[in-house]
Nanobody, 123 residues
Framework: QLVESGGGLVQAGGSLRLSCAASERTLSTYAMGWFRQASGKEREFVATVSWNGGSTYYADSVKGRFTISRDNAKSTMYLQMNGLKPEDTAVYYC??????????????????WGQGTQVTVSS
């Protein structure tokens, strides 16, 4: 089970840090990622990180503003979001995908998903 936390309401230009904790399993054999879904839109890729944190991938829309990381000892993944924009408003989901890497072309094909956490950015 994956549990997200850290969402909330923030003004444009502000920062939030999302966390994703695994409650029942180790994540060291999984690549992990963050996806988001805005109201009325499809779920979209945000960022992914390889099993050991050595490789990361970002959507162009968040590159340079968001940073994905993981701590396998704590079975936790993070998404540091800086310079938030109103268009970043969405429900953010974390996911785990069996394998070493999760490339953007793989899409939202995770084996496990969290319940989502709302991020709202006001202008």
């Amino acid at each position: 089970q994956l549990v997200e936390s850290g969402g909330g309401l923030v003004q444009a230009g502000g920062s939030l840090r999302l966390s994703c904790a695994a409650s029942e399993r180790t994540l060291s054999t999984y690549a992990m990622g963050w996806f988001r879904q805005a109201s009325g839109k499809e779920r979209e890729f945000v960022a992914t990180v390889s099993w050991n944190g050595g490789s990361t991938y970002y959507a162009d829309s968040v590159k340079g503003r968001f940073t994905i990381s993981r701590d396998n000892a704590k079975s936790t993944m993070y998404l540091q979001m800086n310079g938030l924009k109103p268009e970043d408003t969405a429900v953010y989901y974390c996911a785990a995908r069996l394998g070493t890497s999760w490339y953007p072309r793989n899409g939202p094909e995770g084996n496990y998903w969290g319940q989502g956490t709302q991020v709202t950015v006001s202008s």
